[in-house]
Nanobody, 116 residues
Framework: QVQLVESGGGLVQPGGSLRLSCAAS????????MGWYRQAPGKQRELVAR???????NYADSVKGRFTISRDNAKKTLYLQMDSLKPEDTAVYYC????????WGWGQGTQVTVSS
C-alpha cells in the first residue's frame, strides 16, 4: 500500500520561504518520476513541478525561478523549496507520481498560506 505524507506547510508572509517534504513508502521510489501538485480553493489541482528519476526538474511557468524540486532516493523523500512566495501560491500541496498514479491515492496534503 502506497503512502504519501506531505509536511512543511504553514503561514508565511509574501516574499518568504518554505520547504515542503513528501515521505513515500510502499513503492520503489527511485524508479518513479515524481511531482508536486497544488489545489487552491475553488480550483482544480494543478501540477507545480516535476522531477525525473535522474533528478531533472521542470516547473510550471507560475513558479519558475522561485521553486526548486529535489529528491532523495535513499530517504524516499521528495522536496519542494519555495522562495519568494506570493499570495497566489496559497493552496494545499500534494505529491504524487508524474503523471499522477491514481492507484496510489493522494495524501492529506500540506496547507501553504501566503498572507501578510
Amino acid at each position: 500500500q502506497v503512502q504519501l505524507v506531505e509536511s512543511g506547510g504553514g503561514l508565511v508572509q509574501p516574499g518568504g520561504s518554505l520547504r515542503l517534504s513528501c515521505a513515500a513508502s510502499g513503492m520503489i521510489f527511485s524508479i518513479n518520476p515524481m511531482g508536486w501538485y497544488r489545489q487552491a480553493p475553488g480550483k482544480q489541482r494543478e501540477l507545480v513541478a516535476r522531477i525525473s528519476i535522474g533528478g531533472r526538474g521542470n516547473y510550471a511557468d507560475s513558479v519558475k525561478g522561485r521553486f526548486t524540486i529535489s529528491r532523495d532516493n535513499a530517504k524516499k523523500t521528495l522536496y519542494l523549496q519555495m522562495d519568494s512566495l506570493k499570495p497566489e501560491d496559497t493552496a494545499v500541496y500534494y505529491c504524487n507520481a508524474f503523471p499522477e498514479n491514481y492507484d496510489w491515492g493522494w495524501g492529506q496534503g500540506t496547507q501553504v498560506t501566503v498572507s501578510s
